[in-house]
């Protein structure tokens, strides 16, 4: 949502507005969540813990580092669904108007929160399904009836003049592989990125191992994960399992929640899944599950509260203190891979540029950022190219790198190498497909992060003759 970053554009571009804006925004989430676990009657100690869980997921952390939109998505989608319990329970009007507004708000963010207007209805059907609150209180779903207007209102009024845009990068790059490597992501991610899944084991395993049809799931998540990796090259024992575990996880959230009748569970277990539309697209990174984080922050809270004795604390305190340890892993490798193509920008790029040459970029993430602020120009599939004489600065990192450059070496069969700049000190690494590491983007790979020695990144200056 790029309002969001107006105050980072009147500061020229300033970094720390835009990540004290992130930051404004994750305060936002931990306190909707908060509240919204307190309006699901959990103890004031237990929601307290909702919120403790939430900061605590890795991918939660690891996105509040930049200025991606999915920490504000998943503001303002927790935030319009404690109002709109708010609204519920109260009846006061502001609370209707403000939860029609951040959930219609929260779309614009990431398109998939549109199925947070389904989530809401369940979380307002008590008992699940009855439309008993329906034909008697009808009016309860009024934020729900208004939010998709706003939504739509909004992207009206704002529309981009290239038509069919979301359709074309929803499908254009669509194919069976990408399809096979989301589907086994989704469930890797809610295990590794999101600490959800191995908490809710360990609080659930019991009745699990009672229960055949999960047993099933298990194995059968298992080998089904196992044949789509080796479908995809990426063979992997152990990703395999981790990924029946996460089926596991998330089909015991809400067949228990059908089961017991429990329209908050279901509602929440709902909530896990508003990603798996991404299925199609030709990613899903764990960022892609911000948005349901307090979700699984309220199941695994709701979950804890119903343990007695010391087991509940020790549970909460192993999954914050390791959540936090990873997240924070996240972000220091992120600013490593952040730096380098800071460094590059000031030694290769905007020296070349102040002499008065001509500086095409290829790349992305952060050093497509400082690349432009730096006065280089994009590198694309169609015109404007290069030109002879041209200086040409490729990110390794690159998704695009491979094609670019092959496109460029028929195009101009006199291209040399003229300066580099590479870091391969010890550390995390969280964009290596070698290595299957792909925080963001399961392009390349499964791992939210990996210790290697191998390169952060390496950034090559070429000059067209």
Request: aromatic share 10%.
């Amino acid at each position: 949502m790029a309002w969001l970053l107006i105050p980072t554009a009147l500061a020229r571009g300033a970094e720390w507005v835009a990540h004290a804006t992130q930051l404004a925004m994750l305060w936002l989430a931990i306190l909707a969540t908060v509240s919204l676990a307190k309006r699901l009657d959990l103890s004031m100690p237990w929601a307290a813990a909702s919120g403790l869980i939430l900061v605590a997921m890795p991918a939660v952390l690891g996105m509040a580092g930049t200025a991606m939109p999915d920490v504000s998505a998943m503001a303002l989608g927790v935030a319009g669904i404690e109002r709109l319990m708010a609204w519920s329970q109260n009846r006061r009007y502001s609370q209707a108007f403000l939860a029609a507004i951040l959930l219609g708000l929260a779309p614009l963010a990431r398109p998939h929160l549109i199925l947070l207007f389904g989530v809401g209805g369940i979380l307002l059907l008590k008992p699940m399904f009855s439309l008993t609150a329906l034909r008697d209180r009808p009016t309860t779903f009024f934020p729900l009836l208004a939010a998709p207007l706003i939504t739509a209102g909004i992207s009206y009024i704002t529309r981009d003049s290239s038509s069919g845009i979301v359709s074309s990068a929803y499908y254009s790059s669509g194919s069976i592989s990408l399809f096979v490597s989301n589907f086994v992501a989704l469930p890797i991610h809610w295990v590794l990125a999101m600490t959800f899944a191995l908490p809710w084991l360990v609080l659930r395993w019991r009745s699990i191992l009672h229960d055949r049809l999960l047993l099933f799931i298990a194995a059968a998540g298992t080998i089904i994960s196992a044949s789509a990796l080796a479908y995809l090259s990426r063979q992997s024992v152990p990703l395999s399992i981790i990924a029946g575990l996460g089926m596991v996880a998330l089909w015991d959230v809400i067949a228990d929640g059908w089961h017991r009748r429990d329209s908050v569970q279901s509602g929440l277990g709902l909530w896990l899944l508003i990603a798996l539309p991404a299925v199609v697209y030709n990613q899903l990174p764990p960022k892609y599950l911000v948005a349901s984080a307090p979700a699984a922050a309220l199941l695994i809270a709701r979950e804890l509260s119903l343990r007695k004795g010391k087991k509940p604390w020790l549970v909460l305190g192993v999954t914050v203190m390791l959540g936090t340890c990873l997240g924070v892993a996240i972000l220091r490798a992120d600013a490593a891979f952040a730096n380098l193509g800071r460094r590059a920008a000031t030694e290769l790029i905007a020296p070349n540029v102040a002499a008065g040459k001509r500086v095409w970029f290829v790349g992305s993430w952060g050093f497509q950022w400082y690349a432009e602020n730096a006065g280089a120009h994009a590198v694309t599939l169609t015109p404007p190219y290069p030109l002879p004489g041209d200086l040409i600065v490729v990110s390794l990192a690159s998704p695009r790198n491979d094609k670019v450059l092959d496109m460029l070496s028929r195009q101009y069969p006199h291209i040399s190498q003229v300066a580099f700049l590479a870091d391969a000190s010890p550390g995390g690494r969280i964009m290596n497909k070698r290595l299957n590491a792909g925080f963001y983007s399961n392009a390349s790979g499964y791992l939210p992060w990996v210790w290697s020695d191998s390169m952060v990144d390496q950034v090559t200056v070429w000059l067209l003759e």
